[in-house]
């Protein structure tokens, strides 16, 4: 069965869900032009899911995709928020920030019962999920609708484990994507391939059909990764400056300079490893931080030297999200890029 076939739609092209610089609009656009528009989560509150979720229904008819975390909730641990605020009192200072005003908390739950009470009011036709599956009741709630489930992984060993899981696709994450690793079996990076080595790896390892992502940002990227056995692509990066996106100014500049040439794996905006454009906070503290407390935790210190910086008008201190190939970002409508993208298949 086609990728099309499975998930309902014309065209092999998946919007990667990017948590922070999208909502429906661009969803919304990508799904009308026949691709799989899809709805970051992982930062929403529940109100806030259900408006957006209430606007994709308003104005498509078309499958969509709704994206969550399904990490580990962890246990505050004081010594390594103090440790973490530590590496953060310079920038503190320099920005005129009280440090005994920083909140500490999460700002990022993982997939719950609340979620699945409110996606069962709109039946989405798909769900994915990032670093691995959440528990099996709230899965079988999923499916009960006949929801396709799609989950990422980063290594042959999670596609197998996905697989056993009975995901109905896998999107095997090169480690050129942009954004928040999927890893969930290992905190080990070494054990990381690119697109076009993990592709056929898991295309031939699994029997579901896989998705690519990582690095394709036009018709030559996405008619590689159909040659290596990839049903269907997934693209990020090469959506974030589409109007529809909500990239901000900062981040949106960020793309269009030179410094996109250079981007990095780090965990000092969330405390798990993400892909972005270096700048100074993860040139001076990383990119990979000890004192970073474990995802999300490590967001809430950041936030409001982030907010004084970006005030200001710097972007050194906010997660400028970016995979390695950014030659597809153009300023055009998403539904021009989706159909742009889908002549490689």
Not at 9 to 31: N, R
Not at 206 to 230: F, K, S
Not at 274 to 302: D, K, Q, T, W
Request: net charge negative; proline share 6%; glycine share 10%.
């Amino acid at each position: 069965m086609s990728i099309q076939e499975l998930l309902g739609i014309e065209l092999p092209i998946i919007q990667a869900p990017m948590a922070g610089v999208q909502g429906s609009e661009l969803a919304i656009a990508v799904s009308e032009a026949g691709g799989l528009g899809s709805l970051p989560c992982g930062m929403l509150g529940i109100e806030a899911m259900r408006k957006e979720l209430a606007a994709i229904k308003a104005r498509t008819n078309r499958p969509f995709n709704v994206n969550f975390f399904c990490h580990t909730q962890p246990e505050p641990d004081a010594e390594q928020d103090a440790k973490w605020k530590a590496a953060l009192s310079p920038y503190y200072r320099e920005f005129g920030i009280d440090e005994n005003n920083v909140a500490t908390g999460a700002g990022r739950l993982p997939f719950g019962a609340e979620a699945a009470d409110v996606l069962a009011e709109f039946e989405p036709a798909v769900v994915s999920f990032h670093y691995g599956l959440p528990e099996q009741d709230l899965l079988d709630r999923v499916r009960a609708w006949g929801a396709k489930i799609l989950s990422t992984a980063t290594t042959v060993e999670e596609a197998r484990w996905l697989e056993a899981q009975g995901v109905d696709a896998i999107i095997a994450q090169g480690l050129e994507a942009g954004g928040h690793r999927g890893i969930f079996l290992s905190e080990d990076l070494n054990s990381q391939l690119g697109t076009f080595a993990l592709v056929p790896q898991i295309v031939q390892a699994v029997n579901v059909p896989v998705i690519a992502a990582g690095g394709i940002a036009d018709a030559n990227g996405v008619a590689a990764a159909m040659t290596l056995g990839a049903a269907g692509v997934q693209a990020g990066t090469a959506y974030l400056l589409c109007p529809e996106a909500n990239t901000s100014a900062l981040h949106r500049a960020a793309i269009k300079s030179d410094a996109a040439a250079v981007t990095a794996l780090t965990n000092v905006f969330s405390g798990r490893p993400a892909r972005g454009i270096v700048n100074r906070i993860m040139r001076e503290l990383g990119p990979i931080s000890p004192a970073a407390p474990a995802f999300p935790l490590a967001s809430a210190a950041l936030a409001p030297l982030r907010a004084a910086a970006e005030q200001a008008n710097c972007g050194e201190f906010s997660p400028l999200w970016a995979g390695q190939n950014v030659r597809g970002c153009t300023e055009i409508p998403a539904a021009d890029l989706t159909r742009a993208l889908a002549k490689g298949a």
